[in-house]
């Protein structure tokens, strides 16, 4: 059982930047894979990046590819996404999740967190 908790949402102006943190607890390395996932209002959930817990294998939605970046860092037991050159379709709510897939589908994520509120607007 992983237990995750988002963070570094807010409201940032278009082309501006910002890094979301995921905290877990638990055991997410024996996760393969975790997730950044996002909802916005009236749209579906969408994958946004994924990361090997292992390799550092990565994958990237075609929208956010260049101008986002995850990482982790197993030894603070967490995972980041930087988020640069936002611009308002990129408002939504980010969750992070654990895996067993390194795919960008929310089939493979059993385990979720609260989600951090991401506002781009001037």
């Known amino acids: 059982q992983v237990q995750l908790v988002e963070s570094g949402g807010g409201l940032v102006q278009p082309g501006g930047s910002l890094r979301l943190s995921c905290a877990a607890s638990?055991?997410?390395?024996?996760?393969?894979?975790m997730g950044w996932f996002r909802k916005a209002p009236g749209k579906e959930r969408e994958g946004v990046s994924c990361?090997?817990?292992?390799?550092?294998?990565?994958l990237y939605a075609d929208s956010v590819r260049g101008r986002f970046t995850i990482s982790r860092d197993n030894a603070k037991n967490s995972v980041y996404l930087q988020m640069n050159s936002l611009n308002p379709e990129d408002t939504a709510v980010y969750y992070c999740?654990?895996?067993?897939?390194?795919?960008?589908?929310?089939?493979?994520?059993?385990?979720w967190g609260q989600g951090t509120q991401v506002t781009v607007s001037s």
């Open positions: 999740a654990a895996g067993q897939v390194l795919v960008l589908k929310d089939w493979d994520y059993a385990n």
């Open positions: 638990g055991f997410p390395w024996d996760y393969y894979s």
């Open positions: 990361i090997s817990t292992s390799d550092d294998s990565t």
